[in-house]
């Protein structure tokens, strides 16, 4: 079985891979890089989070980079500002559908734990999970963050993950903890969703 991971630099995608990847199942490892002016510290921290996944669970997995500074630029003026960081997270859902179908994988797994961050409410979590047409798995919903950061220190990804502190540059200050599908829809009526899925899929990174 195959499946899309939504793999960021921080503590908690990377445990939720492996945890699924120790099951059997076939990763394909999606990255979108969000910080504009510390790209290539990005990808590269991002890389050894992916190599450490590798050796840890002694298989390979397909590795993809995905632009997603335009996108988040884009999103944070022509839509709803306290809606960026849910916005960001549809469309981060529509690029890895998108994939997924491309490369036959039968759903998508997100480090996401329940109310950790303002996107990861339950209103929210179900508002950004319309935007995709597989399902998501969220192996880390029932962990706590000292769980998590266990098995991060355990795999080996921890100290990676903590070795720079890359912070988003586009989250509001005040984002939405409640937000509702046709409030969402209604913003995203302000861009052309299809085009910017379209043109960042074009622009994928493949890595050996």
């Given at each position: ?23 059997g199942v076939e990763l394909v490892a999606l990255h979108f ?176």
């Open positions: 079985m195959k499946a899309v991971l939504l793999l960021s630099d921080g503590i908690d995608s990377p445990v939720a891979g492996y945890i699924m990847g120790r099951q890089v969000t910080h504009g002016n510390e790209q290539e510290q990005q990808i590269d921290k991002t890389l050894k989070i992916m190599r450490r996944l590798e050796e840890t669970m002694d298989t390979s997995m397909s590795k993809i980079v995905v632009p997603h500074v335009d996108t988040l630029v884009t999103l944070s003026q022509e839509c709803k500002r306290n809606l960026t960081c849910i916005l960001c997270r549809r469309m981060m859902l529509r690029i890895a559908d998108k994939i997924g179908g491309e490369t036959d994988a039968a759903f998508i797994i997100t480090g996401e734990s329940l109310g950790q961050v303002a996107s990861q409410t339950l209103a929210n979590l179900f508002v950004e999970e319309q935007a995709s047409s597989l399902p998501i798995l969220r192996p880390l919903v029932g962990l706590d963050k000292v769980e998590i950061t266990r098995i991060a220190r355990e795999i080996g990804t921890y100290d990676i993950s903590v070795s720079s502190n890359l912070c988003c540059d586009f989250a509001p200050q005040r984002p939405s903890t409640n937000s509702s599908l046709d409030e969402v829809l209604e913003t995203e009526l302000n861009i052309d969703v299809d085009s910017i899925v379209l043109e960042a899929t074009r622009r994928v990174r493949m890595i050996d």
